[in-house]
């Protein structure tokens, strides 16, 4: 693999980021942040998936893993929405997703509307959807963050440096303990001492890995927030 998957975590990482932001600027009826965030949300999550094509092209068996999920896209009505609502923000410049509900006895009671609005005559972007912009959002992001969550059970050995640190992976992939120093930044035989067996080096190597946090997985939390599965797919309380 020739690109890092953490280029891929650090792009979901953002996206959950500013779909919070979105959700906080709503809840206080803040009309320009949640303009701006739900831009920004769009953006992100939508450079999920390429990202995630440009970080692991090279890899064996991706092609056809990822051929059944663009299907899957294609035909999920939300993400068509946000698919056309990205391009034609980047494009056309539209962003306004919602309206603005009046109360007429109360001159001081203006709300956002939460729903996606179709009116040509106040220029809004024309929703192919029936729903509001919160849900929409989340169902989106849940969406590819499923996506992301399968990569960790396809190709976890090699994306997953939980399961990519194991004597078993280290063992298939024919991996000596100077190959694993220099991985780590060391120098070749950095842990070579007088008596001490190959394989007493190469668990060494490995618990110096996971002790350190250079195993945790940081969208595991958001598997569990939102999906309720950690990233082997097993459910969750």
């Given amino acids: 693999m020739s690109n890092s998957f953490g280029l891929v975590e650090k792009k979901t990482l953002e996206s959950d980021f500013f779909l919070k932001k979105l959700k906080e ?7 320009f942040e949640t303009d701006c965030y739900f831009s920004a949300f769009v953006a992100a ?29 294609q ?15 980047i494009h056309q410049g539209k962003n306004f997703a919602f309206s603005l509900e009046h109360d007429e006895f109360d001159a001081d009671d203006t ?3 939460s729903w996606f609005q179709n009116s040509k005559t106040i220029n809004l972007f024309e929703s192919i959807i029936n729903q509001d912009i919160l849900s929409a959002s989340e169902e ?12 960790y ?18 063992k298939n992939n024919n991996l000596s303990c100077e190959d694993i120093e220099k991985m780590l930044g060391f120098p ?4 070579k001492v007088s008596g001490q067996t190959e394989k007493e080096r190469e668990n060494g ?13 940081p969208l595991e939390r958001l598997f569990m927030q939102y999906l309720k599965i950690d990233k082997y797919g097993n459910s969750v309380k």
């Fill in 140 to 151: 989106y992001f849940c969406l590819i963050l499923k996506i992301i969550q399968d990569c």
């Fill in 188 to 191: 070749r035989g950095w842990t």
């Fill in 75 to 89: 035909n999920n009505r939300i993400a068509k929405f946000f698919i056309e609502f990205r391009n034609k923000s």
């Fill in 153 to 170: 059970v396809v190709f976890g050995k090699i994306i997953d440096p939980d399961q990519f640190w194991t004597t078993e992976n280290l």
């Fill in 25 to 31: 600027a709503y809840s206080n009826n803040i009309l």
């Fill in 111 to 113: 709300k956002l509307k």
């Fill in 45 to 73: 999550s939508r450079s999920i998936t390429l990202t995630l094509q440009y970080s692991l092209k090279d890899l064996n068996g991706f092609e056809p893993w990822y051929s059944d999920k663009k299907i899957i896209l």
């Fill in 205 to 217: 190597l490995l618990k110096y890995i996971r002790s350190s946090n250079q195993i945790d997985c």
